[in-house]
């Protein structure tokens, strides 16, 4: 597979590639991926076999924590290290910039991509019952050494302590195994 960054013209077959999976992935404008592409190539990866997208990677620059927004893998294509070349090259681009420490994403439960973001090297941070369309999972990767906690730069929605946020820690005894909807 080829992994090379989107290019302006590709944006229409990277959203078809969306709506497929816009249960799991949720939705974004075409022009916030413009914007983020304009900005900066790097943060809109796609996968290329035989002419065709497989997939595509989507991630916000942020400092020290950058975010995985959104992973879609064709459906044909999933389960062939097809996702990992994509995270990986996107881990490079985000080692780049010495200023950034870790990478964060969020995954629902109830999903088969929790275990995929696990064996990937992230690790579950959080429980989020804010979720829409049921819990989420905060993932975290670190990208290099620090001696300071980045659980102050992870997104968190109404969790304050004192009027700021709280840290992180490992979340423990939860399985991820994919749980029937409710």
Do not use: H
């Not at 990677?57 to 950058?66: E, I, N, S, Y």
């Not at 992973?71 to 044909?76: G, K, Q, S, W, Y």
């Not at 941070?125 to 829409?132: I, N, P």
């Not at 906690?149 to 009027?163: E, H, S």
């Amino acid at each position: 597979m080829i992994v090379r960054p989107a290019e302006a013209g590709e944006l229409l077959e990277l959203d078809s590639l969306r709506r497929r999976d816009q249960e799991a992935v949720g939705f974004v404008p075409l022009d916030r991926l413009q914007a983020d592409l304009d900005r900066d190539a790097m943060t809109v990866l796609t996968g290329w076999e035989n002419g065709d997208m497989v997939g595509y990677l989507w991630w916000t620059r942020g400092l020290p924590v950058a975010s995985i927004q959104q992973l879609v893998i064709r459906e044909d294509a999933r389960r062939r290290e097809r996702g990992t070349a994509l995270v990986g090259a996107a881990l490079d681009a985000m080692r780049q910039d010495e200023r950034r420490y870790g990478v964060t994403c969020r995954c629902r439960v109830d999903l088969a991509a929790t275990d995929f973001w696990l064996a990937a090297g992230f690790k579950a941070v959080r429980l989020e019952e804010s979720g829409r369309r049921g819990p989420c999972l905060r993932l975290f990767r670190e990208l290099r050494p620090t001696l300071f906690d980045l659980g102050l730069y992870l997104p968190m929605r109404g969790i304050t302590q004192g009027g700021s946020r709280i840290g992180f820690r490992p979340v423990t005894g939860l399985s991820t195994k994919r749980r029937p909807a409710v």
